[in-house]
């Protein structure tokens, strides 16, 4: 694999590398994740039944796990120069260490940890890994996910495309 | 007046404890039906807005036959077959997907998992997973895995 000229990962873009979007804090509202719970078809008490979150092991109402993904996170300081005009997720490795509560305040911040270029079917393709995390109303962290994100073509920009 | 979109809880709650798992156990298989209906639903809880997964013409412009499922959606499956099948006494500790291949509304979307691995550290009962999606024709689409920890007394869960 070549290591010399990047046509995609200029200096610009690797500035953007270790750059935190601006914190942004959400609550967890109870019909929220009633209706996350709702649209993934995922039938778990512990979302949206109180009595039984209750006396369960968690004593509450919690979030499904995927419900962090729906807490976007927020602009990063500078406008990130997206190159590309579609959006593709590769995947996300979840870090899980306290339960998402519903009336938990949520703080979540995005790094972008890495960005580089591969060529396939679709053409170039750039690929960013990102770190999100999210810290509770008492500080303590939550979770992370690490994300990447593949763009590629060009074109008329996808609704979206600048904010993953 | 249409009646608000509910979801009816399971009722009962399985209470596993980390000496009824074993390596080679398979999960029970949870099977989805995704329609465009779901997908659109999914679009407005996550704020995901990319129109692939909704406008025909734009799934037809990416050279897809159809719109196409989110891929944290398949994520959302993935953790319902883990957290349903570990009970409400159990912690979900990691979780990795890799979005290898697309999926579609329509057809018939199949998770599958097999303990990996079992081990005790610091205490705590740790169960590794292999899971995945596979889509009508069988393949696997979406593999992952996910960590877990179990009970090992029964008064803890």
Redesign the interface.
Known sequence: MKTSKSSVVTEKIRSFIGLESNPVTYEIERH?V????????????????EA?ARE???GGLIS???FL??L?PSAYPRQYPEPFA???????????YEPARVGDRITVTRKITDLFEKTGRMGTMLFKISEISYVNQLGRLVATQTTTTITYGTGEK????GDH | MQALETINTTTSIPKILFGDVSVGDELPELVKEPDNRQLVMYAGVSQDFVPIHYDLKVAHAAGHRNVIIHGALKSAWLVELVTGWMGTAGRLLEFDVSYQAIDFPGNTATCFGRVADTRIENGAGIIELEIGLRNSDGDVTTPGRALVSLPIEAHFA
């Open positions: 929220a009633e209706r996350f719970a709702c649209a993934i078809g995922d039938p778990n008490p512990l979302y949206s039944d039984k369960s092991s968690y499904p796990p995927t993904r729906s976007l579609h959006i593709l997720d590769g995947g996300s490795r979840y870090r899980f996808d609704a979206g495309v």
